[in-house]
């Protein structure tokens, strides 16, 4: 009887359930399938220009799951069912798969991937610039397997580079674009032990400052690990937490602004008016830290102390673009993650939001003629959403049905594992009786967890502009930064690149030929 209900209550709810008048029309349907087809087939005219620009989008945890919530999210808050939404990214007309594996890890870390997709090279889960031959927390086992990436070949052809957080600037991701470090935790020395110390390791945050002394623009939290132990912080002067960290007594921020040359435009600000009284134009070098640790979720931001990820990501642009030779741009939307790792769904949906809204703010100021424009994700989470839902249900709503076997409600946002596993009285706790369209709440998982874990796999990679067809199926998630470089004529494989620069036409004319990637020791 209970699973004869339950299908008669799904039938009647999905039935009467909300269907535009347009889409009752078969010829609805054929209309929108002949104009996806008239666009994908001037998709055979490939854009072999050379990308002067690349801009590199990371969602740090979203998986395909967080892309489809995230989209029905973004029409529901502009008053729509949302399942026919279009994210920006949902506009790119090249789409691929990334097998997100570490070489020791089949389910990754963001540290591992990060060394792939920005450096070419797979490596050790919780390592950042390095290659596998280098173990977790070994600092002895470091030197000699660094590993360069995208962001320093940019800057070695000439381009201007930048790097734009929602995360801390030394956090996972960020930090394998400039750092070497047998430890993605050693955010400054005092997070590192005695011994690697001893062995002469530095701390992420020293090499933010030192490796790559000329990054021209650098956003996100982290003012806490460029401070000597015990500073206050300027913005949060009675948080402990929030007092700067360094043993070794370093004003990172001073010795920063000391790199620089004084006939250029270095600006250090910390929060949001600063940032935007900038006039871009007067501006060589940008560090920006606005929180001490990781910045704040979108939904809690300050509008006054705090920028949005698409405000930071405008005036990056607006300072990267002055150089005639282009740029490289990595933008990551990093606490996806952290939302997902809370089981906060709500939390991580609103970072993907916002996330696909600087994406919209950076096509909108450059061109697919020369800017290659990659949107991806490092790992997935265990996170999905179901129960035989209806149209335009709440992305945070209620399945619409009880379950069949504990007679109680249940969101259809789920997470595998997390936080949100509770019980009560011996059972299921009733999410009736709970808030569960609040900011913070935690949807229920199926295991118990502090933290919420990743997921292992694949993961979209969206790309637009030149040669983006070269990301069109299944890759290893390394094969990206050679996809970039290859694109923008810069790193080491550059045979391919002599005829364009010999011609008047800005084309690579021959870029059809196989991609042909030299050895790594060569790369690297």
């Not at 990781?294 to 990056?316: C, F, G, I, K, W």
């Not at 030779?325 to 949906?349: C, M, N, T, Y």
């Amino acid at each position: 009887m209970i699973s004869l209900f339950l299908v008669l209550a799904i039938g009647t709810c999905l039935t009467n359930s909300f269907v535009p008048e347009k889409e009752k029309d078969p010829n609805y349907w054929r209309h929108q399938a002949q104009e996806t087809l008239k666009n994908a087939l001037k998709l055979q005219k490939l854009n072999t220009n050379v990308a002067k620009n690349v801009i590199m989008f990371l969602g740090d945890g979203m998986g395909v799951s967080t892309v489809t919530a995230a989209r029905i999210l973004k029409g529901q808050l502009h008053h729509n069912s949302g399942e026919e939404t279009r994210l920006e990214m949902d506009k790119f007309p090249f789409v691929a798969l990334s097998k997100t594996y570490n070489t020791n890890a089949q389910v990754p870390d963001s540290a591992g991937t990060a060394t792939a997709y920005l450096c070419g090279v797979k490596a050790n889960e919780g390592t950042v610039g390095v290659s596998a031959a280098t173990e977790r927390t070994r600092c002895n086992t470091t030197q000699g397997n660094e590993v360069t990436s995208i962001l320093r070949w940019a800057k070695d052809a000439g381009k201007s580079v930048g790097i734009v957080t929602t995360t801390r600037v030394n956090h996972a991701t960020p930090s394998a674009a400039y750092a070497h470090s047998a430890d993605r935790d050693w955010y400054s020395d005092n997070e590192m032990p005695p011994e690697a110390l001893s062995q002469g390791c530095k701390d992420i945050a020293y090499q933010l400052m030192h490796n790559i002394r000329d990054i021209d623009v650098i956003m996100g939290g982290g003012r806490k690990y460029m401070y000597p132990k015990n500073r206050t912080d300027v913005e949060y002067e009675l948080d402990e937490k929030a007092r700067g960290t360094r043993l070794d007594g370093l004003d990172l921020i001073s010795i920063w602004k000391s790199f620089k040359p004084r006939h250029k435009h270095s600006h250090y600000v910390w929060n949001r008016t600063e940032l935007l009284a900038l006039n871009p134009s007067m501006v060589d070098y940008l560090l920006g830290l606005f929180e001490p640790g990781d910045m704040q979720y979108e939904l809690n931001r300050n509008n006054l102390t705090d920028p949005s990820l698409s405000e930071m990501v405008e005036v990056a642009l607006n300072i990267l673009m002055k150089n005639p030779k282009g740029f490289f741009l990595l933008v990551e939307g990093g606490r996806i993650d952290h939302g997902h790792h809370e089981g906060k769904a709500k939390q991580a949906l609103h970072e993907a939001v916002e996330m696909d809204q600087a994406i919209g703010k950076a096509g909108a100021m450059t061109s697919q003629k020369d800017t290659l424009t990659v949107v991806t994700a490092d790992h997935s989470h265990v996170f999905t959403f179901g129960g035989y839902t209806p149209r335009g249900n709440s992305i945070f709503g209620l399945a619409p049905m009880v379950s069949d076997t504990d007679k109680k409600p249940f969101t259809a946002i789920l997470y595998g594992n997390g936080p949100g596993y509770k019980v009560v009285d011996g059972e299921r706790e009733n999410v009736s009786m709970v808030d569960y369209a609040h900011n913070n709440y935690q949807a229920q998982s199926a295991v118990p967890l502090r933290h919420e874990t990743h997921g292992g796999e694949d993961v979209a990679v969206f790309a637009k502009g030149p040669m983006a067809h070269l990301l069109h199926g299944v890759h290893e998630q390394n094969y990206i930064p050679h996809v970039m470089a290859y694109a923008a004529c810069i790193g080491a494989n550059l045979d391919h690149c002599a005829s364009a620069s010999s011609s008047s036409s800005p084309a690579l004319g021959t870029l059809l030929f196989p991609l042909v990637l030299l050895p790594l020791s060569t790369l690297f």
